[in-house]
């Protein structure tokens, strides 16, 4: 009942947090007012005040005497941790508090939030720039409901609980909320006035094509609103929609607190006003939202922003379209990146905020960039930080008005198109599915501790005791453990040169499928997974047909490239990239792009001591060969309770662990069941990436 209330709770939120609140007493309730030592100085513009407004291309700030250039420079920050989806509402205040200290450490001014949190966020918040100096200033976002919205297809059909939610939000940072618990959503008492720290409203979702125009259908003829604050003249009416509940959250902040701040709403290159003929998905490029077509009536003083996410691997027009492909740095280097961003900051009269950009770094891989790497996955955290400064560096360059980063912690109940379907969505926030890119954005890691110690790929046994010795014949010795993240295995055999073919490890997980020679080997019994051990650059796990954990997405992609020799009956395990397409412009055809994930990566690791990398695999010295597979490697839905995939039948089914065989030359030495207890919780320590302290030099230069 536990997970299949987390499991609701995350469906109807999706990819973030939660919406909405529950009961307001609407701006009586008496929280706690910042004393005047504590609060920021605001500017009063005859009735109102701000700190924050828009001017030019940038955010300029009040500093008690003058409004001065404020340039963004933060992260995106979630509600969730190991072990709870976004609905459970886990991270404590203690929790926010750390991130918080650890953020303003990275010289970052900002962070953001997609909806109302729950008051541990906002005590955190208010604690934190009550005793620093430097501030960590807030945007805040007003969440949709995507379940509702799914069904309608009408923005309109949600925009009364959408006022009410920011009618709550206004109370909320002024610390005057008792919000009734409601599961999936923020509650409790908000005491805590961080008005003055909010610099702006950043509000609603990314908004595709089924959405813009179904409104348009629904709402053929509302094409123009003005409101108090915000006015709009023959627009879409999805810019209606925007338009009005933009002028209701101003207005109703106004009137009850008498406080102004910037408002924008969520947008990204999909839905940007440019002309992509060269994009081969028409969806990608069949919209056009601006706030441009907002415009600001004389009461709203602080003004309008653009804000959006942009990635430097989707859409494909990122880099397949001119000028991004062709365009070229001070250096002579490409940089499709600052290539499309200068051209839409080109395209927009407001400040444009990179409310998002990201690299993730995960074992597994989404979208690629063929031109500059910048991918979506596959990426080591070293060259995540490598990234995320260039990216930043461009943000710059383009004269944006800042950029966040996408994220500070990673998500392990986030899902990825291209393994989604292999891991069951109740379980996913209990185990670090390293295969899945959209987990890894985080500069903050989560490493498993559930071995104690963990194993260091070094090529020595010093982490492996007997407990670990699954099996021992013939002078070799088989040893396993495992955690919420890897399976680990060492072998040790006087006789083997890992360095060339011939050493093998094989699997035998689902008892119904497998191949039961491998070569002109006989197996012991019928195996699912080859580890096939040839040196530094030829290891790799390979599958047999029937248990191969992404074939699936690979037929219906038609991508799947079966690479076998004669003998073999085993194959290598791809993940899919992007789909066989069509460039209209130019003509080009492109063939389904996949990559090789089953290749395993040389080196050493220990991560205590910050060695090695989620793209470090195995390690091997004299006699002794290590390895760390990661769970969706070999078809594991939901580890902690021992569920696998059933290819055939799309199904899924528990074993009751692995038989793990070991093969040398010809020789078959048999193998022997491997298994774990069951977990309800992952055991985790927080860790930060080398990424987190590659921008934190930078930062605190720029």
Not at 209 to 228: C, F, H, I
Request: include cysteine; charged fraction near 25%; charge should be negative.
């Amino acid at each position: 009942m536990k997970r299949l209330v987390a499991y609701l709770a995350l469906f109807s939120i999706v990819l973030a947090t939660f919406t909405g609140c529950g009961i307001n007493k609407g701006g009586s309730y008496q929280g706690d007012a910042l004393t005047e030592a504590e609060a920021e100085p605001l500017y009063e513009d005859g009735d109102t005040s701000y700190l924050f407004r828009v001017q030019g291309k940038y955010f300029q700030k009040y500093n008690g005497t003058d409004f001065e250039d404020y340039y963004i420079k933060g992260v995106n920050i979630g509600s969730s941790k190991p072990n709870t989806f976004p609905g459970e509402l886990g991270v404590t205040e203690d929790e926010y508090l750390k991130w918080f200290e650890q953020i303003g450490e990275m010289h970052a001014n900002t962070i953001r939030v997609y909806t109302v949190m729950m008051p541990a966020f906002y005590n955190a918040l208010y604690q934190y720039n009550t005793t620093h100096d430097e501030k960590l200033y807030l945007f805040q976002g007003c969440w949709y409901n995507e379940d509702l919205l799914s069904e309608t297809q009408d923005a309109f059909s949600d925009i009364q609980d959408v006022e009410k939610d920011l009618k709550d939000l206004v109370d909320i940072i002024h610390g005057k909320a008792q919000v009734e618990q409601r599961t999936g959503h923020a509650y409790g008492e908000y005491t805590k006035d961080v008005s003055s720290y909010v610099i702006g409203w950043i509000l609603g979702i990314e908004s595709d094509q089924n959405l813009v125009e179904g409104t348009r259908y629904a709402n053929p003829d509302v094409t123009s609103y003005t409101g108090k604050y915000l006015s709009c003249n023959q627009v879409e009416p999805y810019e209606v929609f925007w338009c009005e509940i933009g002028d209701y959250v101003l207005e109703y902040e106004d009137e009850n607190y008498h406080m102004q701040r910037p408002v924008s709403y969520s947008n990204w290159p999909t839905a940007d006003v440019m002309s992509h003929p060269n994009e081969p998905l028409a969806k990608e490029d069949a919209i056009s939202l601006t706030v441009d077509d907002l415009s600001a009536q004389a009461d709203f003083k602080t003004g309008i922003f653009a804000s959006y996410h942009v990635y430097s691997y989707y859409p494909n027009f990122m880099f397949w379209e001119e000028p991004y492909c062709s365009y070229k740095d001070e250096e002579g280097n490409i940089d499709t990146y600052l290539g499309y961003l200068k051209d839409l900051v080109a395209h927009n009269d407001c400040p444009v905020l990179i409310a998002e950009f990201g690299i993730p770094a995960s074992r597994g891989v989404t979208h690629v960039n063929p031109l500059t790497g910048f991918n979506q996955g596959a990426v080591t955290a070293e060259q995540q930080g490598e990234m995320l400064v260039s990216m930043f560096e461009d943000i710059k360059k383009a004269q944006c008005a800042g950029g966040l980063v996408f994220v500070w912690e990673d998500e392990w109940f986030k899902r990825t198109w291209n393994t989604m379907d292999y891991t069951n969505s109740d379980y996913r926030a209990y185990w670090n599915d390293v295969q899945t890119s959209e987990q890894h954005f985080g500069l903050m890691e989560f490493i498993s501790t559930e071995c104690n110690p963990i194993p260091v790929l070094d090529g020595n046994l010093d982490e492996w005791s007997k407990d670990d010795l699954l099996f021992e014949k013939r002078d070799a010795k088989i040893y396993a453990k495992s955690d919420s993240t890897y399976l680990y295995l060492a072998v040790q055999d006087p006789e083997a040169d890992f360095a060339k073919a011939g050493s093998n490890l094989y699997f035998d997980i689902n008892p119904n499928v497998g191949c039961g020679n491998y070569g002109d080997t006989q197996l012991s019994s019928n195996a699912d997974f080859v580890l096939h051990i040839e040196g530094k650059d030829n290891t790799r796990m390979l599958v047999d047909t029937e248990s191969d954990p992404y074939i699936r997405a690979s037929t219906e992609w038609q991508g799947l490239d079966l690479i076998q020799d004669e003998k073999d009956t085993f194959h290598r395990i791809y993940l899919i990239t992007d789909r066989g397409l069509t460039y209209p412009q130019t003509g080009q055809t492109v063939e389904v792009q996949k990559t090789e994930t089953g290749l395993l990566h040389y080196g050493k690791v220990d991560v205590t001591n910050d060695v090695g990398d989620v793209l470090t695999d195995f390690y091997y010295k004299d006699d002794v060969f290590e390895v760390r597979i990661p769970w969706g490697l070999i078809g594991f839905s939901a580890p902690s309770i021992k569920e696998i995939n059933n290819i055939e039948d799309n199904t899924t089914f528990t074993v009751e662990g692995i038989h793990v065989g070991y093969l040398s030359g010809e020789k078959d030495y048999g193998q022997k069941l491997f298994t774990w207890d069951n977990w309800e919780q992952a055991q985790y320590r927080p860790h930060l990436r080398k990424s987190y302290y590659m921008l934190q030099k930078y930062l605190e230069k720029n």
